[in-house]
Structures are given as C-alpha cells and as structure tokens.
C-alpha cells in the first residue's frame, strides 16, 4: 500500500468527518418535503434528527475503543459499509418510524471517521504539527456544513428528497474505496489494548473520572452547541425569521462555514508560534463579542440579511482557535488510550448535540434574540470551564511534583 502524504491524509480525514454534517445539514431543507411524504408531523421530522443525534452519542464512546483493540482502519472500514447500509434504508424509507430506524443506523457508524481521524493524527504526530494537521483537517472538512444544505436544498427542489440520501450514499462507496485502497494503519498490534469489559470498564472509569478531562472537553462541546442551536433551529427560523426559501440555507451556513475555515487557517498559522493560552484568548475573544453583539443587536431590531448571520461567521472563527487546542490537551491526559479518549471527547460533543436538537433549539427557535442568548449563554459556560480548567491544574500541580 503506497503510504499518503500529509495533504492526502488531511483530505482523507476531512471527508471521513464529513458525513456528519452532511447527515445533518443536507436533509434540513428537505423537512417539509419529508413531511408530506411520509404523512408526519413537523415534531416527528424533526426528532429523526434527534434519533440520529442519540445513536451518534452513544456510539462514539466505542469507535475509539474498538480501534484501541482492533486497529483504526479495520474500524473505519466496517462503520463505512454500516453508514452506507443505513443511508440506503433512509432513500427508501416508507415511513417516518423507518426513517427513524435507518437514521439510527447512519448515526451509529457516522461517528467513526471523527474519533478514529483523531486518534490517526496523534498516532503520527506530536505537539505543533499534530495541531497543524488537525487545524488543516478543519479547513477542508469546513466546506462540508456549507455545501450540504446549499445542495439538499437544490436536490430537492429538482428531484425528491430520497435523492439526498443517494448521494450520500454514492459518496459513502468512494470513501470506501479509497480507505481500502490508501488508508493505512497507524496502530501496530504492540500497542492495541485488550478488548475486555475490565480493561474497558477501567479506562471509561479512568477518563470519565477525571474532572480536568470534563473541562477541556466541555470547552468544545458548548462553543459547538452555541453553533449547532442555530442549525438545527435552521428550518423553522430561515423561512419564518429570514422570510428564504429550501434552496437559500446558505445565507447562514456559508457564514458559519467561512467563518470556521478561516479560524482554522489561523489556528495552523499559530501552532507552535504562540502559548497556547494565549491562543485560546484570542479564540474566546472572538466568540463572545460575536454572541454579545448578536444578542445586543436583536434586542433592539429585527431579524434582517445580511445582520442576522453576519455575527456567526466571527464566532465560528473563534470556535476554530479555541477547539483544536482543547482537543489536543484533552487527549494527552491518556496518551496510552487516546482512541478511547477520543471517543469520549465527541459523546459529550454529540449528546450536548443531541439535547440542543431535541429540546433547547425547539424551544428558542421561534425568536432569533432567544437564540442569540442561547449562544451567549453556551460559550460564557465554556470561558468559565476553561479558567476553572486552568486553576485545577496549577492545583494539580504541587501534588505531582510531590
């Protein structure tokens, strides 16, 4: 097997973290389409969301450990195969409870690409160029949140809404095709760990345990969720709020994508050139003038293009900086586990996910300043886990010296 490059490796990665969002983001236009199709409710469209929100959470806490056991191309293989099972039951899906099914199917193996990608990049590279890498993974696998709804919303203007899941599944078997071809495997069998409930009892107990490992990755969980409350809150907010049709999602995503993409570029210029608290600062600098502006701006005017989405292109580039900082410091808390570490990492991500989609985002999408204060409210959570992190781990400090 010819071995990638450092380029070919971050687009690979890239595309195996895409079919998250475009599971999330190229089907939103589709929901009143869906709706009449399968003669649901809005609330039942709109918890298949939910259903693959859950599957993806409970899930990811295995997709690491697996790898840890099995090996991470072996892993990343046999989800490909599960996703594009799953993304077929959808196209043909005659009810909203199938629906509902084969949602849970996608959501359970979609994650494996994130957590897996992780620990890839870890398991070949350390200190500032694993931080380049992973910033460069962002930038390309940013243009996904973007391209999904803008096509989702063409697709299903031209064609049907089964035909989104068509394509997905099309690009589902090239993903396939070129892991099986050119993905290598960067977990020797020395370093697997045993795949027994002890071991896995242990190290969950081990992870999940640790109060510094929460903060870190509760850091990246609520800036995602301060973006994710307006995405899923996209198909009632853009045609009530925003007055815009199926087929112009992208006046929020193109922003939100933009937004991360560049963050992203940043964050690799500054990897290894800055301390990383310093970095974090600039990042959270961003993130709450973008929500405080926003939620100040609504107060007092009323949702308008472009004002409404502008701000969310300056939160999103803050978000970028402060992630891959995070994530790195969370994942050396258990370098001899890092696959199971990241698996915990994106749970918490995705359950924060799964509780926006199914109760806050419902209950603040009727009005954007809600939504507004819902995102302020996300990422001051995560500023104050952030310097409660840093303070325990100065506390930590004397005890392991002594």
Not at 296 to 314: K, Y
């Amino acid at each position: 097997m010819r071995p990638l490059s450092h380029g070919a490796l971050a687009v690979v990665l890239a595309a195996l973290s895409m079919l998250g969002p475009f599971c999330i983001d190229a089907y939103l236009p589709a929901f009143p389409e869906i709706q009449q199709s399968l003669g649901a409710t809005s609330i039942q469209v709109q918890q298949s969301l939910t259903a693959y929100m859950l599957a993806f959470a409970g899930m990811v806490l295995w997709h690491g450990a697996l790898s840890d056991a099995f090996g991470r191309r072996n892993v990343i293989l046999v989800s490909l195969v599960l996703f594009a099972i799953g993304t077929i039951g959808c196209a043909s899906a005659h009810s909203v409870q199938y629906l509902w099914f084969f949602r849970m199917l996608q959501g359970v193996s979609a994650g494996a690409g994130v957590v897996v990608g992780r620990a890839i990049i870890r398991d070949l590279y350390h200190d500032a160029e694993a931080a380049r890498l992973l910033s460069l993974v962002t930038m390309i696998f940013s243009i996904a949140p973007a391209v999904a709804p803008i096509m989702g919303g063409v697709i299903v203007k031209y064609l049907d809404w089964r035909a989104i899941f068509l394509a997905l599944f099309a690009f589902s078997v090239i993903l396939f095709i070129v892991c099986w071809r050119r993905l290598p495997e960067t977990l020797p069998l020395h370093k697997r760990q045993p795949f027994n409930p002890r071991f896995l009892v242990g190290s969950y107990r081990q992870i999940l345990g640790s109060p510094l490992f929460h903060m870190k990755s509760l850091v990246v969980a609520l800036n995602f969720a301060g973006l994710f409350v307006y995405i899923t809150a996209a198909p009632e907010m853009l045609p009530k709020q925003l007055h815009l049709g199926p087929d112009q999602f992208g006046w929020l995503f193109i922003p939100s994508v933009s937004g991360i993409f560049t963050g992203a570029l940043f964050a690799n210029r500054l990897a290894g050139k800055m301390a990383v608290e310093r970095q974090v600062a600039i990042g959270f600098a961003f993130l709450l003038g973008a929500a405080a502006v926003n939620a100040l701006w609504h107060t007092f005017m009323a949702p308008s293009i472009p004002w409404t989405v502008l701000p969310i292109f300056f939160y999103t580039f803050g978000m970028s900086i402060v992630s891959p900082a995070a994530t790195l410091m969370a994942l050396d808390l258990f370098p001899h586990i890092r696959g199971t570490v990241a698996s915990c990492q994106s749970f918490e991500t995705t359950l924060m996910g799964a509780i926006v989609a199914g109760l806050i985002a419902p209950a603040l999408s009727g009005s954007v300043l809600w939504l507004a204060l819902g995102q302020l409210a996300f990422t001051a959570c995560a500023l104050g886990l952030w310097l409660t992190a840093r303070r325990y781990r100065r506390m930590l400090a004397p005890q392991t010296i002594g």
